[in-house]
Each structure stands twice: as C-alpha cells, then as structure tokens.
C-alpha cells in the first residue's frame, strides 16, 4: 500500500519560521520514516498563494503581487532545500495545472447541487482568509483567532452546502475514531460540529487575486475562496482535473497541520472530497504552536525564530531532534536557547556523540579500524536482545506520531552501549590478554550504533549517513530490512576516523529574543491595569492589609477558544477545590508552561465574569516594554501561603 504523506501548504506573506519549521520536519520524518521501511511514498508540500492577505501584502512591499508571491515561494522553496526536506512535489497554488484542478472541482460540485450562489454578509479577518459571525468577534470587533480587526463584508457569493454534509461527517468521525489525532482535538471538531454547520462562502468578488470560475459558469466577476483553493492542493497535485496518473497515491496517509487550522482540515476539507466523490485521508495530525521563551512568536513583537539563523548557528538536523524531541506530539511547544543546548549537550554530544567517539577510538587502538561481529551473542546476547527489545518497541511509536516518545526509547539503546563499555572495559581486558572479549564489546557497540542510526536516520538523515559511513555501512530500505525487521548483526565494520559530530555548546549562540514592541496591535496588548502614581495615592498599612494576597500553584490550564488574550486557570490557594482564574496573560505564556509553575493571587477580589467565565481572583504580572512577568515566591512556597 503507498503512503501519501502532506504538510499544510504555507502563505507567501511572510518568510517561514519555526512554527513552519515543524510541520515540515515531522512530516518529512514521516515520510522518510515510511520511505524506509520500504513504502512506495509521496511527500507533498507548496505554497498557498492567492487571496487578500497576499494582494495586499504584495501591495505593502510594492511589488506586483505575482513577482511577490514567487519570490516568497522560493524562500520557502529555498529554505527546505538547506533542511534536505525530501518532498516529492512543491505545489505552487499559482501553477496552472492546480487552477484547472480546482476549477473542475467547482464544476464537480455546482453539477451535483452543492453549490448555489446568494449574498454573504459578515465580519471578514483578511489575515486568516476566515469569515466570523458578529458572537464571534472579541470585544465585537477583533478575530477571535488572530486577533486583527475585521471588516464588515457583504458581497454576492457562492455557496457550498456544507450543512447538507453535517451527518455524514458525524458517522465517519464516529467510525473512524483515529481520524484525527490526538483525540483530545478530535472532541472539539464533533463538538462543532453536532454545533451546526452554516453553508460556507467559496467565491469573493471584492478581489481578483484567485483561480478564475470555471468558464462554464459564465461569472467572471467571482475568483474561488482561498481556502477552497488551497485545500484542493492535496488533489491537484496528484493530477485531479488534469493528469490522474498519481490519483493512486490519495487518499492521504497522513495529513499533517497546526491546530489552528485543524477545523479547515477535519470539517471543510472531508465536506469537499464526500462532494467530489473521493474517499477521506486516512488521518489528519494537528499539532500544538511553538512559543519563544514562553511567549507567542509574533512579527510586531520582533520575536519569530528563523529557522536559517537557528540552523545556521546550530545545526539544522540539531533543530530537527530538538523540535521533534521536546514536544509530544499535539501539545504545544517552546523554542530556548537554553533547552536547546542541554538537548545537543547532553543527548546528542554526550550520550551519542562520545559513543561515536570512544568505537573509533578503541577500533584504531586495538584492532586496525576493523570491527569483527563473530563473537559479540557470544559474550552480549543478553545486551543485544535489549536492544532489539527497544528497536521492536519503535514502530508503532513513529506510526502514532509519538516522536517524543520514540526518540526517548531511541537513546536507551546508547544508555546500553555506554554502560556495556562501562562494565566491561575493553581496556582492562586488552590488558588481561583477553582481546576476544574487549573486541566483542567494542563490536556489541558499533552494532547498537548501526542500529540506531537506521531508526534515527528519518529525524537526522545527514547526521545518520555520516555515523553510518563511519561504521562502513549505508542506510536504506535494505539495511532497515537486515539489520531492524531481521535483527541481523554487521558482520564487519570498517571504521572511517570521523571529527566529532556534535561538539559541545558552552553559551547561546544567537541574541536572546528582541524586546517586544509597544505598537503591538491592539488587541495584542495585554489586560494590565495603568497604575495611579504612588505619590498622589498614599495608603496606611491597614488599607493595604485589606487585600488578600496568596502564593498558589497552577494546577490546570487552557486557553479560552476565541479569545486572543485569555488564559482559563485552576490555581491552588490550599483551599478545599482550584480557583477558577482568568488571566490576560495568553500572549506571554502558553497554558502549557503554567502547569506545576506558583503565582501570586489577589484572593479576596470579587468575582468577576471574562468571556462568560467566573474568575475568582486576579494573578500578578508586571509589563514594560520588554513584555509582561508574573510576579512569583523566589523559592516555592505551600500552595495558600499568605503574602505580606
Ligand atoms: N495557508 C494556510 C494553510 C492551507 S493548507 C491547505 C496556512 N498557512 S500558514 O502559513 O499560516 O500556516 C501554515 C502552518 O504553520 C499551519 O499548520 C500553522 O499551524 C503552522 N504554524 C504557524 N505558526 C505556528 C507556530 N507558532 N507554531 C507551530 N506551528 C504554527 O494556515
């Protein structure tokens, strides 16, 4: 069976970052992942190019908006060329063949009965491509996704009957249960669902930068809704509407997006293909966001990671194992300096990178760079069925796209190999005489080392080349065969002398991340109170003691849907049950890094009502230019603790 494999495909208003990043190298791990077990696999990535945002992007940059879009289309083309990123196609959503693709979509569906024009009135997010019912909004105004402001819209429009596909999509998300993953996100899509589905606008005439109507409907004055044209990329790009032959490939095996733009993907998208006749992709993966130091990455406060500048100081495959290593899959995640070096310091330099070091050593000192396999069950076979104990458990962890997981298995493999060096000391047999012995450890070794740098090879595919040309040996689908499905051994290595792969990083090596930027827009800036000058508004020490202040310890935390600002959290003042809080805090800290963390709470404030929800106490933060801190107990303190 083939493997279809896709990442969302990305806006060209802006250059990739390492948000992007991420979607990119987990399914390239995917890919590669498939790849080497032998799959007939397709990998497809792009850009998404039309709409709004861009004509007025393009605008902005004073370009024409064609020249604008090729240009940050190559950028992206550009940077996964650097990462090694093995697609099989970069679809541009301005090729032609994809145009005619979707037009014939369009056909498709208005021929079945799908589509009927009428007039749409509605607060249009030009940033998100998205329209919003006025309930919607944030404070009536602002996107509840990105927070801009929108504009009120009305226009003649076509529509797709997306309510008509409201219970099938019910049946098949109940029948098919890993349909989206995790499943924690697959609730909030039926949930919306069982919500009712309104029928969904797919043409604008307020712009022209979009694929044409077909000519058959005789409307030119319409272009397509981008999201119609960009979700039909992952057909059109198997030839759908023009050359079929690689239709073979879909559905999708695994189509990988960020869980801001799951809702398009599990409920638009599944909508479409039921209306074209084509079956539904096999699995939809919505991973969590990356933060800066646990603030949201944004242009206007100056604080985006580029992945070419971490690359370039770093390593790009070090960020590929950092990435995918730090976060479980679907949670959200936070890119430091500091996180990122212990990870290449402890895991890859010491705990991989020595093991490399110490088999080329001790392969040059006692056997002339050869490394014979013959006697290694002989005196390890209590080591080796270990360690493919460990490989075995591997597969299924990958399939389940729990790279976290994976990886941490992964490097129990070197845990054995260095403390097979440990306990039995080549180095002391050599000196006993007992050379066998010490050679079928050093052998044990490099064995564990083949091994793992074939599992490994789908997250550091240069890297693990690099390793594998070491020991003499190459990795592909044959190798995976012999040495991981057929648990063989090398029978004999040849050791190449290698530098040092991973040396070690003493400081960070790029800026700390820019001060946030004041003229962040508006519904960006936090809910922090102007303070009265100290001097005008003196108090006796009784009025100050009238306010409860408590150290409590975040015990939950979510973000509120829909709102730009708001975090939900269940804070412990030591009392029977959780505080309820809500805080403005969303844009400095994911809900995520609060957990376990203490806070300062003004316990005795009245209850208040944010977004429908009971906050019972306020949480201390200080905000200057810089961005916004809680105030926290230097050292952790019982959860109730008064402050005073
Ligand atoms: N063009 C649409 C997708 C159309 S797919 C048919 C789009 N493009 S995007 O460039 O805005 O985002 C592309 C992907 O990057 C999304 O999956 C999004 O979740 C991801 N990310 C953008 N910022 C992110 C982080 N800070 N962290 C992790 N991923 C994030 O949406």
Same mark, same amino acid.
């Given at each position: 069976m083939s493997k279809y494999i896709t990442t969302p495909i990305y806006y060209v208003n802006g250059e990739a970052h390492i948000g992007h990043a991420y979607t990119t190298f987990i399914a390239d791990t995917m890919a590669r992942y498939e790849k080497l077990k032998g799959e007939d696999t397709y990998f497809l990535t792009g850009t998404d190019e039309h709409g709004q945002k861009i004509e007025e992007s393009a605008k902005k940059n004073n370009k024409g908006t064609k020249e604008f879009a090729d240009e940050i289309s190559a950028t992206f083309k550009n940077l996964w060329d650097e990462f090694e990123i093995g697609y099989t196609k970069f679809i541009r959503t301005t090729d032609e063949e994809h145009k005619k693709g979707v037009q014939k979509a369009f056909e498709v569906m208005y021929a079945k009965g799908d589509i009927y024009k009428d007039f749409y009135e509605g607060h249009y997010c030009v940033s998100c491509e998205t329209f919003f019912t006025e309930t919607q909004l944030v404070d009536g105004? #602002? $996107? !509840?996704? $990105?927070?801009r402001s929108t504009n009120v819209v009305k226009e003649e429009s076509y529509f797709f009957? =997306?309510?008509?596909y409201e219970d099938a999509l019910l049946k098949h998300y109940e029948q098919n !249960?890993? #349909?989206?993953?995790p499943k924690s996100r697959a609730n909030e899509v039926i949930n919306f669902v069982k919500g009712g589905l309104r029928d969904l606008s797919?043409?604008?005439?307020? #712009?022209?930068w979009g694929v044409k109507m077909p000519?058959? =409907?005789?409307?030119?004055?319409h272009v397509m809704y981008v999201w119609l044209d960009a979700l039909l990329n992952y057909v059109t790009a198997l030839g759908y509407g023009s050359d079929e032959a690689n239709m073979r490939y879909w559905p999708a095996s695994m189509q990988f997006v960020g869980k801001d733009i799951l809702r398009f993907h599990a409920i638009y998208w599944p909508a479409f293909l039921m209306s074209l006749d084509l079956p539904l992709p096999k699995q939809i993966g919505a991973h969590g966001w990356w933060t800066r130091d646990g603030e949201k990455m944004s242009k206007s406060k100056g604080n985006v990671v580029s992945p070419k500048e971490v690359a370039d100081v770093y390593g790009a495959e070090n960020l590929r194992y950092f990435m995918l290593r730090e976060v479980p899959f679907g949670q959200d995640g936070d890119f430091s300096q500091r996180a990122f070096m212990d990870r290449i310091n402890s895991e890859l330099s010491n705990d991989l990178g020595n093991l490399l070091n110490r088999i080329i050593g001790m392969s040059g000192k006692y056997s002339g760079f050869e490394i014979d396999s013959s006697d290694v069950l002989k005196y390890h076979k209590k080591e080796i069925d270990a360690a493919h104990a460990i490989v075995d458990s591997l597969d299924v962890l990958m399939e389940g796209m729990q790279t976290h997981r994976y990886l941490e298995e992964l490097w129990r493999l070197f845990a054995i190999g260095n403390k097979a060096i440990e306990e039995h000391a080549p180095w002391v047999k050599m000196k006993e005489g007992k050379k066998d012995e010490a050679l079928a450890t050093v052998a044990l070794v490099a064995n564990i080392l083949a091994k793992a740098s074939i599992m490994l090879h789908p997250i550091m595919p240069r890297t693990t080349n690099i390793i594998a040309d070491t020991l003499g040996f190459g990795i592909d689908s044959s190798s995976y065969k012999e040495f991981?499905?057929?648990?063989? =051994? =090398?029978?004999l290595f040849s050791i190449k002398q290698t530098p040092p792969l991973f040396p070690k990083i003493e400081a960070p090596l790029m800026p700390e991340a820019p001060a946030a930027q004041p003229n962040a827009p508006k519904s960006e800036q936090a809910a922090v109170k102007e303070m009265p000058k100290e001097q005008d508004n003196l108090i006796e020490i009784g009025q100050f003691f009238q306010t409860s202040l408590k150290v409590g310890t975040v015990v939950e935390a979510q973000e509120v849907e829909k709102s730009a600002k708001l975090l939900k959290l269940k804070v412990d003042l030591g009392e029977e049950s959780p505080r309820q809080i809500v805080a403005g805090i969303k844009e400095f800290y994911s809900a995520e890094s609060l957990i376990g963390t203490q806070v300062c709470v003004v316990a005795n404030l009245k209850p208040a009502k944010l977004m429908g929800m009971v906050s019972e106490g306020m949480i201390l933060a200080a905000k200057d230019e810089n961005g916004l801190s809680l105030i926290r107990p230097e050292k952790p303190k019982k959860a109730g603790t008064s402050i005073g």
């Open positions: 105004e #602002f $996107c !509840p996704d $990105c927070g009957r =997306l309510s008509k !249960p890993e #349909f989206i993953i797919v043409t604008r005439t307020s #712009f022209t000519s058959s =409907l005789k409307d030119d004055k991981i499905l057929d648990k063989k =051994l =090398l029978k």
